[in-house]
């Protein structure tokens, strides 16, 4: 891990503008049209894993990319990358329809799990993508609309991240028809970390999210907290990270927790973060549950 993690920052550096050129930025156009980075090492005879990272409220896509900084990691792994734009509403904020709890307040209702499956779609339809490696990031109100496409869409996406994002108020409304992936990324410092109140309606916080998921894939044992600790924020000293993890979860898919003690809602993510976090995705492909 340690040396992935060092060739990875290599490259980082090493990615000249000469070398990002010579990858592809391609614009799908339509109503709400989206932008696919498309790697150097891209082959149509290899399928590609397919990573969709979705906005915070009031959030751009680019201006979430410009926090994460996946691009140079799409380079050196290899896997197809967009960063779409949520709607502006009627005040010009720029949000997610991700469950009824959050966030489309002020504008007639936006379908945006269909518009996240639509971009699925037609990357697919021009790229090779990897169907059992679909993933997708969400923060906060993206983390919403993340937690929703695993709930309804499960049958065609490997795995989410959900950074510091609610999800459906009555566990009851998440039925995903196969087992699915999920990694819940929340600072102990960050006000949702509880109960999140929006427009004075409670949503589930951290821990329950996570042990509504392990519900959800009916995982037989009960969560454990790993030796590993891990260094997520760079404000933070040490190794402030706990890894908590259900067991025997139905198709042997993963249901994990990373609690980062002191940071916020907005981690001030380190080097690692990321190596960290596309790790975990990559690693877990969609598996058959027969």
């Keep these: 891990m340690k040396s992935r993690a060092l060739i990875l920052i290599l490259l980082t550096f090493a990615l000249t503008s000469a070398e990002v050129s010579q990858a592809a930025t391609v614009l799908f156009q339509g109503n709400r049209p989206f932008n696919l980075f498309v790697p150097t090492t891209y082959s149509s005879g290899v399928p590609a894993p397919l990573v969709v990272a979705l906005s915070g409220y009031n959030q751009t896509g680019a201006q979430f990319e410009k926090y994460l900084n996946l691009t140079p990691v799409a380079q050196a792994d290899g896997f197809l990358y967009v960063h779409p734009d949520g709607s502006k509403d009627s005040h010009g904020i720029r949000f997610w329809n991700g469950t009824p709890e959050c966030c489309n307040f002020y504008s007639p209702k936006v ?53 510091a994002g609610g ?61 590993v600790k891990l260094d997520l924020d760079v404000k933070v000293p040490g190794l402030e990270t706990t890894v908590m993890q259900f067991q025997g979860c139905l198709g042997a898919t993963a249901i994990d927790f990373w609690k980062i003690a002191g940071a916020g809602h907005a981690p001030t993510i380190s080097k690692e973060f990321n190596n960290q976090m596309m790790e975990w995705l990559l690693t877990h492909a969609k598996v058959s549950t027969n």
């Excluded at 990897?130 to 923060?139: E, F, K, L, S, V």
């Excluded at 108020?169 to 990694?183: I, M, R």
């Design 111 to 163: 379908d945006d799990v269909a518009y996240i499956m639509s971009i699925i779609a037609a990357v697919s339809a021009q790229y090779a993508v990897d169907a059992n490696r679909i993933y997708i990031i969400g923060n906060s109100n993206g983390g919403f609309l993340a937690n929703a496409l695993a709930c309804k869409h499960a049958d065609q996406i490997a795995a989410v991240v959900n950074i």
């Design 167 to 227: 999800s459906y108020t009555n566990a009851a409304a998440c039925k995903p028809s196969v087992p699915v992936s999920v990694l819940e990324i929340w600072g102990t410092k960050d006000e949702t970390f509880k109960i999140n109140h929006i427009l004075g309606r409670p949503i589930p916080g951290a821990v329950k999210i996570f042990n509504m998921w392990g519900d959800i894939n009916r995982c037989s044992l009960p969560s454990i907290t790993s030796p």
